[in-house]
T-cell receptor, first 115, second 114 residues
């Protein structure tokens, strides 16, 4: 079975500090991709970062980096230098290739940045 | 402007009254998908389509129908809505089925079934 687990329902971080949002996954598909999306209070879904299962290096996009540990099946999102605008819900998602090409989402982590 | 559009954005209906939520994308994307978002459950895929006339069930397809007659459109049909289908619905599309292709999401449709 394919599954994404986010165990932190809510997180707080001081402005300008770094924060790590946890994500673990489970799949038997040898080819998969891992995504992080941000959902502000306005409701839209914003793509942040992607990591492929065969990628050797951790993905980075500006202040976002993905700490990919394949053996542990984890894909944690690290946000550096947090800003007030980072307050939002964050979803980890997985796309599998051979077993149906579906997307699977975690339950999300609500991040609040404190001034 | 490249976008995914959904209509209506908000809908209140009654149990059993058939409804359709439209979804259209102008990016020539092959892959389209419907999700529902519920508090504490994240997003769950209802149906997806990898191309015209090709549709597959996601994790929660019961009570929903879809069709993909044209590449740009992927309507979601609730033949007989029930209160447990009250939710926030998102349509999304990606260029292809390739792993690295992210999805572009529509603005969402809030549905209340009384």
């Amino acid at each position: 079975a394919q599954k994404i687990t986010q165990t932190q329902p809510g997180m707080f971080v001081q402005e300008k500090e770094a924060v790590t949002l946890d994500c673990t996954y489970d799949t038997s598909d040898p080819s998969y991709g891992l995504f992080w999306y941000k959902q502000p209070s306005s409701g839209e879904m914003i793509f942040l970062i992607y990591q492929g299962s065969y990628d050797q290096q951790n993905a980075t996009e500006g202040r976002y980096s993905l700490n990919f540990q394949k053996a542990r099946k984890s894909a944690n999102l690290v946000i550096s230098a947090s800003q007030l605008g980072d307050s939002a819900m964050y979803f980890c998602a997985m796309r599998v290739y051979y077993t149906g090409n579906q997307f699977y989402f975690g339950t999300g982590t609500s991040l609040t940045v404190i001034p | 402007e490249a976008q995914v559009t959904q209509n209506p954005r908000y809908l209140i209906t009654v149990t059993g009254k058939k409804l359709t939520v439209t979804c259209s994308q102008n990016m020539n994307h092959e892959y389209m998908s419907w999700y529902r978002q519920d508090p504490g459950l994240g997003l769950r895929q209802i149906y997806y389509s990898m191309n015209v006339e090709v549709t597959d069930k996601g994790d929660v397809p019961e009570g929903y129908k879809v069709s993909r007659k044209e590449k740009r459109n992927f309507p979601l049909i609730l033949e007989s809505p029930s209160p447990n289908q009250t939710s926030l619905y998102f349509c999304a599309s990606s260029f292809s089925r390739e792993l690295g292709e992210t999805q572009y999401f529509g603005p969402g449709t809030r549905l209340l079934v009384l």
